[in-house]
């Protein structure tokens, strides 16, 4: 069967090429779609809702493998066929999957090698989904063949907005067949033995390997485990799955398909992947963002989510998924309301999405997430919750002139930046560090939410990119530097950056081995400080510093070589010694905090630092009221997104319209609590608050 256009139906073409920005013609509206899971009938009123809400963009295939390939190489694509015409003619464009998230029984039961071996060393089995065994040459090769079967037969459909490679990335194995590839890995990283040794440390605890063969991935054993082969693995691991994800990417292209590429990343708690490499073979980074809070942070963890996605795609993006209608909690599910959805969805577009997708179009009635929400509930399309679906999909085509990229210069223009990468999270992960209390996450996290709560832009960089469009630059606990990345700070402050150093960060080289002669001992020169003891806090301790910031968790004995103190401990034996210090180099400054300071006190020394370094808010006096205001460019014009979560009215002004209720804001838009608007300004255009 072939793919059929209607007359006049036009699914949401996007670009095709590798180099360009993703930039549909619209902003991508709808969700995982799973057809498989229902009868036909069925099919025919999805569509008909979905043109109802104005959906205009499905992905389809995701965990369709055994619907697929119901037998080894014995494809049925038909169904597929009949579900992509009726889109088709609904005018409605896809992303197809490529289904190896969850390879099928038939797969298991002829491959057995290819299931993934925990640490503990049990082989798993299907029954749920990620279960695969990356390194296995059996799964790779049955990958590539369904990628490319898809290729050939869908490849070239006009309604095909991009490729969802995989699911989530993010199966460890510690099998015979990652073991295998890790050894590999590790020979073409270290060369030889004696170097592996070396940067392992392996003459500790009489772990000296005489062969490569000894070598396995950090499985189960009796106590703590030597942590460059922990985070070796996880980069091995990244790097493993990056390549399955590059081969099925090469085996479409080699098809002949030129459609958009994409995997959707994971957030917030589940880091397998390095995301800055993995970018660069994509042409457009997808995230999936799940709340962890239903409190006030979900909207903080929204721009947090946002802004990591724009900074790894390096500008637009695609939310592929979010939970329509819950927040899970681990234990329960409670409700995300209505219109927090929509304000969520122009959150995550004002930072640089261009979609507002869902996990998932229609709740499913059976199977593992039977209870996870979706647009369409089981109620059905009779029910409030679908009412604001429609809602979002109203608005979403109101705001459709924010969707063009600049043709020039940031989506989001921010001075201040957080240096971001997948080592401090690992490196962090490892056992025995001085305390548990500190992680990667949480502490880049606090850091944005300062930004975030001073209504301040700020990018995520890559350490050796281009920093310079960066006035302020905060290195949160990124524990191993290399060489180059030490230099590459140096640079930033030499060139006129003001660096904040966060404790915790430059401790060791990139395998983990703690510099000597005091701490941060790679950075110990750019600070001008010498820190002689690290002193975790008990939990529940606080302490205050002469500015009257309060600490807790972590302290440090800092000595200072040619930096000046900005701020000392004023309790116990630390009374009186620096605690902040600053240091001038080159053009620029170097901060150095060695405390953590609770998130009031770090909100308020990040926004006085922007504020001495003129780094000004969005709006001026809008985060404190509640109202998040985010300034998108795009091509001719500007749009101000404004998001209010607070409690009280607000009213803005500034020659320009609200795209969303078509209201002039020169005389004054008035914003109600729990409300948002989207205006577009021409690009010198000041907005400023009323005070009322
Ligand atoms: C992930 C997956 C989805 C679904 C959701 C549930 O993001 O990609 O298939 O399981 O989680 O929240």
Redesign the pocket.
């Known amino acids: 069967m072939s793919a059929t256009t209607a007359p006049g139906a036009s699914p949401v073409a996007v670009n095709q090429q590798a180099s360009a920005p993703f930039s549909p013609p619209a902003f991508l509206f709808g969700g995982?779609w799973s057809p498989e899971q229902w009868d036909p009938r069925t099919w025919r009123e999805d569509i008909e809702l979905m043109r109802r809400a104005k959906v205009n963009t499905v992905s389809l295939g995701?965990?369709s493998w055994s619907a697929l390939e119901p037998a080894e190489g014995v494809f049925e694509t038909d169904w597929l066929h009949e579900v992509i015409d009726l889109l088709t003619d609904a005018g409605i464009g896809f992303f197809l999957a490529t289904p190896t998230a969850s390879p099928p029984p038939w797969f298991t039961l002829s491959h057995p090698e290819a299931m993934p071996v925990t640490a503990q060393g049990v082989r798993l089995t299907h029954g749920s989904?990620d279960t695969y065994a990356v390194s296995a040459p059996a799964y790779r090769e049955a990958s590539r063949r369904i990628a490319r079967m898809l290729a050939e037969r869908f490849g070239q459909h006009p309604g095909l907005s991009g490729w969802h490679l995989h699911?989530?990335y993010g199966t460890l194995d510690h099998g015979p067949e990652a073991a295998r590839a890790f050894r590999s890995w590790l020979r073409d990283r270290y060369g030889s033995l004696d170097e592996l040794n070396r940067h392992w440390s392996t003459a500790f605890w009489s772990q000296g390997y005489g062969d490569w063969e000894e070598i396995t991935p950090p499985r189960a054993t009796q106590y703590l485990h030597n942590p460059a082969q922990l985070i070796d693995f996880r980069r091995f691991s990244s790097d493993e799955m990056r390549a399955a994800m590059v081969e099925q990417r090469d085996e479409i292209r080699a098809a002949g398909s030129s459609a958009p590429m994409t995997t959707?990343f994971?957030l917030p708690e589940w880091n397998h992947l390095e995301q800055w490499g993995w970018a660069d073979e994509l042409d457009v980074v997808a995230l999936?963002h799940?709340l962890d809070t239903p409190g006030p942070d979900a909207e903080a963890h929204v721009a947090y989510g946002s802004d990591l996605a724009r900074s790894w795609s390096d500008g637009p993006w695609v939310l592929m998924?979010q939970?329509a209608a819950g927040i899970?909690l681990g234990d329960r599910t409670v409700v995300k309301s209505a219109d927090r959805m929509i304000r969520h969805s122009l959150g995550y577009i004002a930072r640089g999405s261009q979609s507002s997708l869902f996990?998932?179009w229609r709740a499913s009635l059976g199977g593992a997430?039977q209870w996870?929400s979706a647009l369409v509930p089981h109620t059905g399309g009779t029910s409030r919750r679908f009412e604001a679906v429609c809602e979002l999909g109203t608005i979403l085509e109101r705001i459709a002139p924010a969707v063009r990229p600049p043709s020039e210069g940031p989506l989001v223009e921010a001075e201040a930046g957080i240096l971001w990468h997948a080592d401090g999270w690992w490196a962090l992960e490892t056992p025995h560090l001085p305390s548990d209390a500190i992680t990667y996450s949480d502490e880049v996290r606090a850091t944005h939410r300062s930004f975030w709560r001073a209504g301040i832009p700020v990018d995520f960089v890559r350490p050796g990119s281009d920093a310079s469009r960066y006035r302020f630059l905060v290195v949160p606990c990124l524990y191993p530097l290399s060489d180059a990345q030490v230099t590459w700070l140096e640079q930033y402050v030499d060139n006129g950056g003001e660096l904040l150093v966060t404790f915790l960060s430059g401790i060791s080289d990139p395998s983990l081995r703690i510099a000597p002669d005091g701490y941060p001992g790679r950075l110990r020169t750019l600070l001008g400080v010498r820190v002689e003891e690290l002193r975790p806090l008990p939990a529940g301790e606080e302490v205050a510093l002469s500015t009257g910031a309060v600490v807790e968790e972590w302290t440090e004995l800092v000595d200072t070589v040619d930096a000046e103190p900005i701020a000392q401990y004023t309790h116990g034996d630390l009374c009186g010694l620096p605690a902040i210090t600053r240091v001038a180099r080159g053009a620029g400054h170097a901060v150095y905090l060695s405390a953590r300071l609770r998130q009031e006190s770090r909100d308020a020394f990040l926004a006085d630092t922007a504020q001495r370094l003129g780094i000004l808010p969005t709006l001026p006096g809008a985060a404190v009221r509640g109202l998040e205001a985010v300034r998108r460019r795009s091509s001719g014009a500007d749009h101000v997104f404004l998001l209010h979560h607070g409690t009280e009215s607000v009213t803005v002004r500034g020659e320009g319209r609200d795209l969303i209720s078509g209201r002039d804001t020169a005389q004054g838009l008035d914003i109600e609590p729990g409300g948002w608007a989207v205006l577009a300004l021409s690009p010198a255009e000041v907005l400023e608050i009323v005070e009322g």
Do not use: G, K, T
Request: proline letters at 0%; zero cysteines; glycine letters at 0%.
């Open positions: 995982d995701i965990f989904r699911n989530e959707n994971m999936d799940y998924e939970n899970a996990f998932q997430e996870h």
